[in-house]
């Protein structure tokens, strides 16, 4: 019977030879499997860039009984408290016990602060690996107790390379053309790479709609729209978002912000923007529909540069 699972699931490394990316970061988590231990681990780095991956592979290859949880799931502080004391306090036939907090960014303040005191507590036979997407959610007390690490992302071609090898492992047809535009679209996030590709497969043939090309370069016709305002500009933007199928809002503030200056009119505008982009980031975290916040802040910017 032939194997249905998720491409990122049924090709996620399960040795650090096949992990992409990161040499020198190998070369360090290459020593922690030699000695069979590591030191408390803090991975960041952007969506879909191997954080999780890099984690469940280190235990794997390390003779450690572990724990996985999945903090944006399990947040607070009787998670800490319950489920990581206890397995932390328990006894092991393992010479080690790893943890595993998946999106630890998501954890309250409260669960951190009781976190660093369970680290220093059990850290002759418990170790911790955190990962996140955004190191400044995590509090500087618990980052100096950990090895601060940032996953940076494999290169285009890596990328292109690594998801190629799926599909010809898959017996799916592809052309390079294809390929190329997925790559593009959803570069570093080799998680949503891997999905579209594997969304997009019919009849063992990668076929793309060529639809994908307009949300590619949403940000591009954003920022021509702001260089430019007229009084169909929120009608535009407005379009191409809805068009450009986000889900993740994230770095559109971003890109506001590194291209200020391109729509920015004067410096007192630009202070204005930034404000203003602070702001509705900010409130972005307690949102339920972010394209509605992103377009209050469209709003704002409008108001300011028109």
């Known amino acids: 019977m032939?194997?249905?699972?998720?491409?990122?699931?049924?090709?996620?490394?399960?040795?650090l030879d096949e992990y992409i990316g990161n040499e020198q970061l190998k070369q360090i988590v290459s020593q922690y499997i030699n000695n069979n231990d590591i030191q408390n681990l803090l991975l960041y780095g952007t969506p879909g860039t191997g954080k999780t991956t890099l984690a469940k592979l280190?235990?794997?290859?390390?003779?450690?009984?572990?724990?996985?949880?999945?903090?944006?799931?399990?947040?607070g502080i009787d998670t800490i408290r319950d489920k990581v004391q206890g397995f932390a306090s328990?006894?092991?036939?393992?010479?080690?016990?790893?943890?595993?907090?998946?999106?630890?960014?998501?954890?309250?303040?409260?669960?951190?602060?009781?976190?660093?005191?369970?680290?220093?507590?059990?850290?002759?036979?418990?170790?911790?690996i955190l990962t996140c997407n955004y190191l400044e959610r995590i509090i500087?007390?618990?980052?100096?107790?950990?090895?601060?690490?940032k996953i940076t992302p494999?290169?285009?071609?890596?990328?292109?390379?690594?998801?190629?090898n799926v599909l010809e492992q898959e017996s799916i047809n592809y052309e390079l053309n294809d390929l190329a535009l997925v790559v593009n679209k959803h570069y570093p996030d080799v998680r949503k790479i891997l999905n579209t590709c594997q969304v997009?497969?019919?009849?063992?043939?990668?076929?793309?709609?060529?639809s994908i090309l307009t949300s590619s370069n949403y940000t591009d016709a954003i920022l021509k729209e702001l260089k430019t305002p007229s009084k169909?500009?929120?009608?535009?933007?407005?379009?191409?978002?809805?068009?450009?199928?986000?889900?993740?809002?994230?770095?559109?503030?971003?890109?506001?912000?590194?291209?200020?200056?391109?729509?920015?009119?004067?410096?007192?505008?630009?202070?204005?923007?930034?404000i203003e982009i602070e702001?509705?980031?900010?409130?972005?975290?307690?949102?339920?529909?972010?394209?509605?916040?992103?377009?209050?802040l469209i709003c704002s910017i409008l108001k300011t540069i028109q």
């Open 154 to 164: 494999p290169s285009k071609k890596e990328v292109a390379q690594h998801v190629a």
């Open 58 to 75: 280190i235990v794997n290859n390390i003779n450690c009984d572990f724990l996985y949880i999945n903090a944006s799931d399990e947040r």
């Open 2 to 15: 032939k194997e249905n699972s998720l491409f990122v699931e049924k090709y996620r490394s399960k040795v």
């Open 140 to 149: 500087d007390p618990l980052q100096s107790r950990c090895q601060v690490l």
């Open 200 to 210: 997009n497969t019919v009849d063992n043939n990668l076929k793309v709609d060529t």
């Open 279 to 296: 702001n509705y980031m900010y409130h972005a975290n307690f949102r339920i529909d972010k394209e509605i916040n992103v377009m209050a």
């Open 232 to 274: 169909n500009s929120f009608k535009n933007i407005r379009q191409i978002l809805a068009d450009s199928n986000l889900d993740d809002f994230e770095e559109i503030y971003r890109f506001l912000y590194d291209n200020l200056d391109e729509y920015g009119k004067n410096d007192l505008a630009k202070v204005s923007i930034i």
């Open 90 to 128: 328990s006894a092991s036939f393992k010479p080690l016990k790893i943890i595993i907090l998946d999106e630890a960014d998501f954890l309250t303040i409260q669960a951190q602060a009781s976190l660093r005191n369970i680290i220093e507590t059990y850290s002759r036979t418990t170790r911790f």
